[in-house]
């Protein structure tokens, strides 16, 4: 059974970067085929997709968030992580990374997500 | 972008009673449109994907329908367990994601 989870600080600084990491756990993240997402949710709303990186190192960023998003793999230790640089409060979300089965344009959805983990920005 | 938008923003219906969730693109997406159903504390859990196939572990009272630019997530016979926001999210413009606002399901 797939597991995934996030770690990372609950509380950031205005202006700093936030850094998630998420381990997948009960398959590798270096099989082809998954493509490895965070998504956010701001408290009480709806969902937001942040990005994703293929274990090969190829990302894709959300344009909205593009100039301050960074995601990177980690095959060795099967993680991947999450870094947004020049936080604000509007950055304040539950944070969720989540995996997506896909070949070519054929996807199965995100099948496998963490918990999810709160994140606030506030000096 | 693709703009999903789902209705109603809020859903009243009896346990035992069938319940109908719309989603509608701004553009078509084919069928590359997944439902998910989130409680509260908890993740998304994908219900739906290619717009009716039933993910790993979903009963049989959960159905979707619809093709273009309108779906349908039906739940035949509500549960205790049903009540809870549901998602639709299109993935044909891919690799640019996006979901709709949600639709809350609560009991009548």
């Known amino acids: 059974q797939v597991q995934l989870q996030e770690s990372g600080p609950g509380l950031v600084k205005p202006s700093q970067t936030l850094s998630l990491t998420c381990t997948v756990s009960g398959g590798s993240i270096s099989s082809g085929g998954y493509y490895w997402s965070w998504i956010r949710q701001h408290p009480g709303k709806g969902l937001e997709w942040i990005g994703y990186?293929?274990?090969?190192?190829?990302?894709y960023y959300n344009p909205s968030l593009k100039s301050r998003v960074t995601i990177s793999v980690d095959t060795s230790k099967n993680q991947f992580s999450l870094k947004l640089s020049s936080v604000t409060a509007a950055d304040t979300a539950v944070y969720y990374c989540a995996r997506e089965e896909r070949y070519y344009y054929d996807s199965s959805g995100l099948d496998y997500w963490g918990q999810g983990t709160l994140v606030t920005v506030s000096s | 972008e693709i703009v999903m938008t789902q209705s109603p923003a809020t859903l009243s219906v009896s346990p035992g009673e069938r319940a109908t969730l719309s989603c509608r693109a701004s553009q078509s997406v084919s069928s590359n449109l997944a439902w998910y159903q989130q409680k509260p504390g908890q993740a998304p859990r994908l219900l739906i994907y290619?717009?009716?196939t039933r993910a790993t572990g979903i009963p049989a009272r959960f159905s979707g329908s619809g093709s273009g630019t309108e779906f349908t997530l039906t739940i035949s016979s509500l549960q205790s367990e049903d009540f809870a926001v549901y998602y639709c999210q299109q993935y044909n413009n891919w690799p640019l994601y996006t979901f709709g606002q949600g639709t809350k399901l609560e009991i009548k």
């Open positions: 990186i293929y274990y090969s190192g190829s990302t």
């Open positions: 290619g717009a009716s």
